[in-house]
């Protein structure tokens, strides 16, 4: 995102935009990609509630989210373009308030991957999970990514 000094995120996590919806895919490699044809999408503040659940020491992807929502409304599938930016929003949201704080940085990437969109880039992230006791590492060589490691070991269970 851009100009996020500018921008009201509270705001936008209440913008329902026709949220939450079921929409029906007819693109076969989209099909064939995510395994059927109804998208799901759910408002920012969704993601927002799903994030506040996570206790420290624990973690949560995107993509569990994304199955989570799918699952419970039933549908094939949750549309990763808005997950991702809802989750975001979620974490800019969050760091425009003075309380009612939501943990965003214990919501992961796929395979446990940091986010460089989050509020500090990475190395807040880094900073805020390293203090609760989660080990980062990082990968790559031209293209260094930062990873919890064993972060299997610790998702959180949205079901439990």
Known sequence: MANED??????MLYEDKGMPKIQIVTDEATIKRYGGERMYFAPPVTYDEIMKKIPCGKVITVGTIRVYLAKKND????????AGIFVSIAAWASCQRSEDETPYW????????LNPKYPG???AQKERLEAEGHTIVQRGRKNI???VQDYENVLFDLEG
């Open 75 to 82: 549908a094939d599938f949750t549309d990763p373009i808005t």
């Open 121 to 123: 880039g990475i190395e």
């Open 145 to 147: 990514k930062y990873y």
């Open 106 to 113: 214990r919501t992961l990437k796929a395979r446990g991957e």
């Open 6 to 11: 500018k921008k009201d995120f509270n705001k």
